[in-house]
T-cell receptor, first 114, second 116 residues
Framework: AQSVSQHNHHVILSEAASLELGCNYSYGGTVNLFWYVQYPGQHLQLLLKYFSGDPLVKGIKGFEAEFIKSKFSFNLRKPSVQWSDTAEYFCAVNAPGGYNKLIFGAGTRLAVHP | EPEVTQTPSHQVTQMGQEVILRCVPISNHLYFYWYRQILGQKVEFLVSFYNNEISEKSEIFDDQFSVERPDGSNFTLKIRSTKLEDSAMYFC??????????????FGQGTRLTVV
């Protein structure tokens, strides 16, 4: 069965620090990959997505992610975090042929201190 | 910007009671979903719905659960007889097309269900 692993459950950073959140998935075929963010009290919002093409994708709010097929990874990065990036981040995989069903990782709770 | 809306934001119910969680998907979307997130755990797929019928469901979605699109705009999740372990955040989502067409799902804010 397909699965998604997020390596860090809680990350604490100071403002201006660089961020990298790990995400690995298990599926051998073609996948669509997503990072969603959930700010406190708000809904899941799409940060960025990868369907095909350039494996380095840029999303909203300065986030980017790199798809490395050989490593089954889709790590999220941001060079300089802000206090407003405090949120929970979810990596997700689109299960192929599954009516767009998403398989989520466990999430990473990021706290950014001023 | 169009968005998926869910009501209520928080529902408290007694064990054994029926609950209905409501969602209004984005108007031109054709595919609808329910997910849930038990506190501290990952977001889990429950069910997908297309063309007025369930297209896929997970093992979580047992006979206690049902979905309906009663009036062409609302999309509801009903839990017939709630259990303590049904306490979770329930997310509704919708998408324009299915996964092979490279589309994305838009999520609502969630309904926090607490079963006491």
């Amino acid at each position: 069965a397909q699965s998604v692993s997020q390596h860090n459950h809680h990350v604490i950073l100071s403002e201006a620090a660089s961020l990298e959140l790990g995400c690995n998935y298990s599926y051998g075929g073609t996948v669509n990959l997503f990072w969603y963010v959930q700010y406190p009290g708000q809904h899941l919002q799409l940060l960025l997505k990868y369907f095909s093409g350039d494996p380095l994708v840029k999303g909203i709010k300065g986030f980017e992610a790199e798809f490395i097929k050989s490593k089954f990874s889709f790590n999220l990065r941001k060079p300089s975090v802000q206090w407003s990036d405090t949120a929970e981040y979810f990596c997700a995989v689109n299960a192929p042929g599954g009516y767009n069903k998403l398989i989520f990782g466990a999430g990473t709770r990021l706290a950014v201190h001023p | 910007e169009p968005e998926v809306t869910q009501t209520p934001s928080h529902q408290v119910t007694q064990m054994g009671q029926e609950v209905i969680l409501r969602c209004v998907p984005i108007s031109n979307h054709l595919y609808f979903y329910w997910y849930r997130q038990i506190l501290g755990q990952k977001v889990e797929f429950l069910v997908s719905f297309y063309n007025n019928e369930i297209s896929e469901k997970s093992e979580i979605f047992d006979d206690q659960f049902s979905v309906e699109r009663p009036d062409g705009s609302n999309f509801t999740l009903k839990i017939r007889s709630t259990k303590l372990e049904d306490s979770a955040m329930y997310f509704c989502a919708s998408s324009e097309a299915q996964g092979t067409l490279n589309t994305e799902a838009f999520f609502g804010q969630g309904t926090r269900l607490t079963v006491v």
